[in-house]
């Protein structure tokens, strides 16, 4: 049983956590409320808290933990506060995959439908896993990669990976819960006070003032989706070329579920030294970020192209 | 579309009714191949492709009757099934899933121009389905369906498990894979710690080994042309063999050389002839012509292929009848090969040519039936 607590308090967004908690008929108490609020505010700090102790009780507590952040989450409904708790919870379920058995690793596989193939010295996942769950950044974009049969070939570290993305993706559908507990519902009240404030949108950005390559960024931005690193390097780097203010650039990226102020900061102001320029479209297709077919080679072309050259009524579906 | 605008003023009312006589008449002995009718949404046209859409048949026959008795020229179904396929918006119709649809074609200028692409076209069609689908994706190959694009190219349906739950995201990794967007075959190569250029071998899969096997192919119709040293044979087996496990450097060449004397094999590996644009693979709400249904612009039967290497879209698409009709062209028409004869027409020539052809030429606005 103390191994299967094990699992599930490591893992407790699995079927077999879910098991153990009808099973032990947990419920909320206003410790374990506590601490799943606990937890979410790590979150938002981006850490991930760790358990260290191994007895039965403390354990069946870890799972009950989570399922308390989970309820306090579904009652907020709030997509930052999810989108935080998820990057969080699957980095930390990713830190407890690195070093456990090939066994516990494969009964999560199996969970999430992986469809794996062994080859010797190499790892064959089927192409609909693997772009189902691929991180999205340029080193996991098929056309680099051996793919033969279905099969794509990637190394232990991307197995873990995807499945990383498999549980923050699981982890970010929240179900809306009916019956909520006062408790609960205080927890999510006091929480909402903590949260940092929604940029309000200082910047022009009217529809149709920004390429649709950009205008997505920015409503997945907005979503407090977790976007990868091309996307928010071509965001900053256009933004910058716009001569946005860096504290306004700043608010932006504070959408960003693992948002650091320190290093976005740098990062920012890095790539203002640097002067780099706005990839153009074809890199953009490249990294797989092109929404649309405009008439311009360069995301910076596109108020000067479509304004000046064609007037303001331009659509680009027709 | 853009003829399709015309149509109304080219087209009088009797040649119209003409046209949707002649389509009645297909429609009424025409084989389906539409795989679980009923979760499908429907759309029509009858001036532009599609007029309206968000239509849904139960069954073969209530769609039969639809099409006789309402006749559009051109109609198109969704490659994805849905719970409730005629409800609006498209949110609540309840995605279930879709078929994989790629939809292939040169852009080409000139009303008659784009028909003597058609063979290049079915050219990439195979190499999608043979070294892409089946090779890459291992979709087997009685998932994939041909089908004549009724006008100026091709559409493969896959219908398979493997792909019907893609979103939209994965469904354009794929075409962008297909297509080479990112493709940089120069990342192939790269020095080991003693200067050796290593590159990819013959057997990988995926894009480096279809360049290695191009690669070879190339080398081998003309040696010395790639480096003068191989009209050595020995040489240029030495080299081969290195080539086979990854060793490039059996060539005095710079890693830069090599990459520029490779360029024309790396830029005819993507298939660029796949349509990235019209999102037809990766809207996966996207509506596309009905396999078997006839196309407005042409009267080509929009065909389901059996057997794709022998087919011939201009014999092999056109409607069978021995019908004959009366038109009278309208501008010149020079060598023009459709129905296994060569047409030639002049402005104001009055002829009686087979039914299928007259409609194509009608339909194209090169004739009109004789008054």
């Known amino acids: ?318 | 579309m853009k003829n399709m605008e015309k149509r109304s003023t080219w087209m009088n009312e009797q040649e119209k009714m003409l046209i949707k006589k002649i389509f009645s008449a297909y429609y009424r002995n025409f084989k389906f191949n539409v795989p679980e009718i009923e979760k499908r949404e429907f759309g029509v046209g009858f001036e532009k492709k599609i007029d309206a859409r968000h239509l849904s048949f139960e069954n073969e026959s209530q769609l039969r009757n639809y099409l006789i008795e309402n006749t559009p020229f051109f109609i198109s179904y969704s490659a994805a099934h849905y719970e409730k396929p005629s409800i609006t918006p498209i949110e609540k119709k309840g995605w279930l899933g879709a078929d994989l649809v790629f939809d292939l074609d040169y852009h080409h200028q000139g009303k008659y121009e784009i028909y003597k692409f058609l063979g290049k076209v079915k050219e990439d069609l195979i190499r999608l389905s043979e070294d892409f689908l089946q090779n890459d994706f291992g979709i087997d190959k009685n998932e994939i369906v041909y089908v004549f694009s009724g006008n100026r190219g091709y559409h493969i349906h896959v219908r398979s498990k493997d792909t019907f739950l893609l979103g939209s995201n994965e469904r354009r990794e794929i075409v962008d894979y297909i297509r080479g967007v990112g493709l940089n075959t120069n990342e192939f190569f790269s020095k080991d710690d003693r200067g050796k250029i290593i590159g990819p071998k013959i057997n990988d899969s995926g894009y480096r080994g279809r360049f290695v096997k191009k690669f070879i192919l190339e080398l081998e119709k003309n040696p010395s042309k790639f480096y003068r040293g191989f009209s050595n044979k020995e040489k240029l087996d030495n080299f081969l063999k290195g080539t086979e496990a990854g060793n490039w450097s059996r060539i005095p060449f710079s890693i830069e050389k090599l990459n520029l004397k490779i360029k024309p094999i790396s830029d005819s590996l993507p298939l660029s002839c796949v349509d990235a644009d019209a999102g037809v693979t990766y809207d996966i709400k996207k509506l596309i012509r009905m396999p078997n249904s006839l196309h407005g612009e042409t009267g080509f039967i929009a065909k389901e292929i059996r057997d794709i290497e022998s087919f011939e879209p201009m014999t092999d698409a056109l409607i069978k009848t021995t019908k004959m009709m009366d038109v009278e062209f309208i501008e010149d028409v020079s060598d023009f090969e459709i129905g296994g004869s060569i047409y030639s027409f002049k402005i104001g020539d009055k002829k009686e040519i087979p039914l299928p052809i007259g409609l194509f030429f009608i339909l194209k606005g090169s004739a009109k039936t004789k008054k």
């Not at chain 1, 794509?152 to 009916?178: D, F, G």
């Not at chain 1, 507990?181 to 999510?188: Q, T």
């Open chain 1, 1 to 318: 049983m103390e191994k299967s607590y094990l699992f599930a308090a490591r893992y407790p967004f699995s079927t077999r956590a879910k098991r153990i908690i009808e099973i032990s008929k947990l419920a909320p108490n206003s410790q374990l409320i506590e601490k799943g609020l606990e937890r979410i505010k790590s979150a938002l700090r981006n850490e991930s808290l760790k358990f260290s102790s191994v007895s039965d009780s403390d354990l069946l507590n870890e799972i009950g933990i989570y399922a308390c952040a989970r309820m306090i989450l579904s009652n907020l409904n709030n997509s930052y506060l999810i989108n935080k708790f998820s990057v969080s919870q699957a980095k930390r379920a990713y830190s407890y995959l690195n070093q456990d058995s090939d066994e516990n690793i494969a009964e999560l596989l199996d969970e999430f439908g992986f469809k794996l193939k062994s080859n010797r010295d190499e790892i064959l996942i089927h192409f609909s896993t693997y772009l189902k769950y691929t991180p999205g950044s340029i080193e996991y974009r098929l056309i680099g990669r051996n793919i033969a049969k279905g099969y794509v070939s990637i190394n232990k570290h991307e197995l873990l990976r995807l499945l990383q993305e498999a549980i923050r993706i699981k982890i970010s559908q929240v179900p809306k819960i009916k019956k909520i507990s006062p408790e609960i519902e205080a927890a999510g009240k006091s929480l909402v006070i903590e949260l940092p404030k929604i940029t309000p949108e200082k910047l022009s950005f009217k529809k149709g003032d920004n390429p649709p390559c950009i205008e997505a960024l920015l409503i997945d931005l907005k979503k407090h989706l977790n976007l990868n690193h091309q996307a928010r390097w071509i965001l900053a780097v256009y933004l910058i070329k716009k001569n946005t203010a860096l504290e306004d650039i700043l608010e932006l990226f504070m959408n960003f579920p693992d948002y650091k102020e320190k290093i976005a900061k740098y990062q920012i102001e890095h790539a203002k030294k640097q002067g780099y320029m706005v990839p153009s479209c074809a890199t953009i297709r490249g990294y797989g970020l092109c929404v649309s077919n405009c008439p311009v080679k360069n995301p910076m072309q596109w108020k000067k192209v479509l304004y000046e050259k064609y007037g303001k009524k331009v659509d680009l579906d027709e």
